[in-house]
C-alpha cells in the first residue's frame, strides 16, 4: 500500500516539467521556422509562409490546452503539498500530547 493510501491523501500528480518542456519544444520550432522568413517577390514563396502562419494560428489552441492541463497539474501538486502538510501538522500535535503526558 503507497503511503498516499494508507493515509488517506490523494495520489502524486504527474510532474509537470515534461509538460512544460514539451510546450518550450514547440515554441522554439515555431520560432526556428519563422526566422527563416524573409522578404520576397515570389507567390510561391509567400503562399507557403501564409500555409505555415495558418498551421501556427491552429496549433496556437493545442497549446493553450496544454497550459492549461499544465495549470490544472500545479494545483493538483499543491493540494496534494497541502494535504501532506496537514498531515505532518497533525501527527506533529499528536506527538506533542503524547510527549506532554
Known sequence: MSEERHFGIARE???T???ID???DELD????NIEGF?????TEDLVEMLKYVEE???????????LE???ENV???????????RLAIKLSNELEEINNS
Request: proline share 5%; charged share 30%.
Open 17 to 19: 516539467c515534461p509538460m
Open 69 to 71: 492541463e499544465i495549470r
Open 13 to 15: 500528480p504527474q510532474y
Open 75 to 85: 494545483t493538483n501538486i499543491r493540494d496534494w503539498g497541502e494535504e501532506w502538510k
Open 22 to 24: 514539451s510546450v518550450i
Open 56 to 66: 501556427i494560428v491552429g496549433g496556437v489552441s493545442k497549446l493553450q490546452n496544454r
Open 38 to 42: 524573409e522578404k520576397t517577390k515570389s
Open 29 to 32: 520550432s515555431v520560432n526556428q
